[in-house]
C-alpha cells in the first residue's frame, strides 16, 4: 500500500436527505449545503431519458462520448478533440493528479477551496502547498502563489468562482498571473460555477485558453445544468495533453444514460439562464441582508455566498432544527449557504435575525 493513504481522512459525502430527516425526527429538509441547483433539472432531460433506446443495456456505451463531445465541442467553439469527459469533475481530478503528480512534487492551492484538489495531491504523495486567501475580501492571492512557485512546483489548482468563497478573478487578472507562471507547470482552472457570474459578459477564460498551453479549463453538468446525479464533467485542454488523459481515462467512464442526459440538458439554456437570474436576485438578498446587519461576507459570483458567524456551529444547528442544512467545517465560524428559492431565503434570514438577537 502507498504509505501516504494511511494519512488521508475519508472524503464523507452528503447524506441522502430522507436518512438526514429520519434522524433529526424533521418532516421537510432543504439541502442548502452542496450548491446543487436548487431549481431542478430541465424537463428535457426527463424526456430524452424515457426515449433512450431501452435494450441496449447489455452493450458498452459510447466510449467517447461522441454524440457529446461534438454537441459541446460546437457549442463552446472548440475542436472535439480537445475535451476529455470524466463521471463527474470529481474523476477529472483523479485523473488529472494521477498523470501529473509524483511522491515528493508541489502543489499550491488556495485556502479555503474545493477539498478534492489536495485529497488526490496526497493520495499520489505530493505535497500541499496552502496560500490563504486575502482575508478582506476572499479573493485569490496571486502574489503569494508566486512566493511558493519552486523547482518542485507541478501543478496550480484555480478555481474561479472559488469555492467555498464564491469570488471571482476576472479574465485580466488570470492572464496577468499565468504570465508569470512558468510554462511547465500545469495550471488547472476549475470553472464548475462559471455560469452564475454576472458581473461581466465573457466571465470564462475560454477565448484565452488557445494561448496558454499549460492550463486545462474544467466545466460540469452538476451546478448550473442540474444534471448532479448523472455525474459528468469534462476538461477543455491542448491536444497534447489530452492525449494523455485520454490513455489513463477508463474506457467507458460515461454511460449511455449520462451522455443522453447531458446533451438534453445541453440544448436547454432557458432552463440555465433562468436559474442563473433566479439566483442572481437572491444573492442580492442575501447580500443586502448581511451588509445591513453587519455580518461579514464575501462578494459571491456563484450560486453559494460565505459568511462569517461568531458562533458558526450553534447556528447550524439552529437551522438544521429548522429543516435547512448548510455547510460548516470549511473555515473556523465561516458558513456556507446554497442560494435557493426566494421563499427558503426568507426564511433562513428571518431565522438567524432571531439567533442573532438571542
Ligand atoms: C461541485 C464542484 C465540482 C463538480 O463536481 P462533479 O464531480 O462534477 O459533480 C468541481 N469543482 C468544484 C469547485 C465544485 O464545487
Not at 111 to 117: A, D, I, L, N
Not at 216 to 238: E, H, I, P, Q
Not at 317 to 341: A, H, M
Amino acid at each position: 500500500m502507498k504509505s501516504q493513504i494511511k494519512k488521508i481522512e475519508n472524503y464523507i459525502p452528503e447524506e441522502p436527505i430522507e436518512s438526514v430527516k429520519k434522524r433529526l425526527g424533521l418532516d421537510k429538509l432543504v439541502r442548502l449545503s452542496a450548491n446543487e441547483n436548487p431549481f431542478g433539472t430541465s424537463p428535457k432531460v426527463k424526456e430524452a431519458i424515457l426515449n433512450w433506446n431501452f435494450g441496449e443495456e447489455n452493450r458498452y456505451p459510447d466510449g467517447y462520448a461522441n454524440d457529446l463531445r461534438n454537441k459541446i465541442a460546437d457549442f463552446i467553439g472548440v475542436v472535439p478533440e480537445k475535451l476529455v469527459f470524466g463521471v463527474g469533475l470529481d474523476e477529472i481530478i483523479t485523473m488529472i493528479s494521477r498523470i501529473f503528480l509524483e511522491a515528493g512534487d508541489e502543489v499550491i492551492l488556495s485556502k479555503p477551496t474545493f477539498s478534492e484538489y489536495a485529497l488526490h495531491a496526497q493520495i499520489e504523495g505530493a505535497k500541499v502547498i496552502e496560500v490563504p486567501c486575502l482575508p478582506e475580501n476572499g479573493h485569490y492571492d496571486f502574489e503569494g502563489f508566486l512566493k511558493q512557485i519552486t523547482d518542485k512546483t507541478k501543478v496550480i489548482w484555480i478555481c474561479n468562482p472559488n469555492n467555498p468563497t464564491g469570488t471571482y478573478e476576472d479574465v485580466d487578472t488570470l492572464k496577468t498571473f499565468f504570465d508569470s507562471v512558468p510554462d511547465n507547470i500545469l495550471i488547472l482552472l476549475d470553472e464548475a460555477y462559471i455560469h452564475y457570474v454576472t458581473k461581466t459578459k465573457n466571465a470564462s477564460f475560454l477565448s484565452e485558453l488557445e494561448n496558454y498551453k499549460n492550463v486545462m479549463l474544467l466545466r460540469t453538468f452538476s451546478k448550473a445544468y442540474g444534471l448532479a446525479n448523472y455525474r459528468v464533467g469534462y476538461a477543455v485542454m491542448d491536444e497534447k495533453l489530452a492525449n494523455y488523459m485520454q490513455a489513463v481515462r477508463l474506457p467507458y467512464n460515461l454511460n449511455s444514460l449520462a451522455q443522453v442526459a447531458a446533451i438534453a440538458a445541453l440544448s436547454d439554456q432557458d432552463f440555465v439562464n433562468n436559474s442563473v437570474e433566479k439566483t442572481q436576485i437572491e444573492r442580492d438578498n442575501w447580500e443586502n441582508f448581511f451588509k445591513e446587519n453587519k455580518i461579514k461576507y464575501y462578494v459571491s459570483q456563484a450560486n453559494f455566498i460565505f459568511f462569517n458567524y461568531p458562533d458558526a456551529n450553534k447556528l447550524a444547528d439552529e437551522l438544521l432544527k429548522n429543516g435547512y442544512q448548510i455547510r460548516r467545517g470549511l473555515l473556523k465560524n465561516w458558513l456556507r449557504v446554497t442560494i435557493g428559492s426566494e421563499k427558503d431565503g426568507d426564511n433562513l434570514r428571518s431565522i438567524i435575525l432571531k439567533n442573532k438577537e438571542i
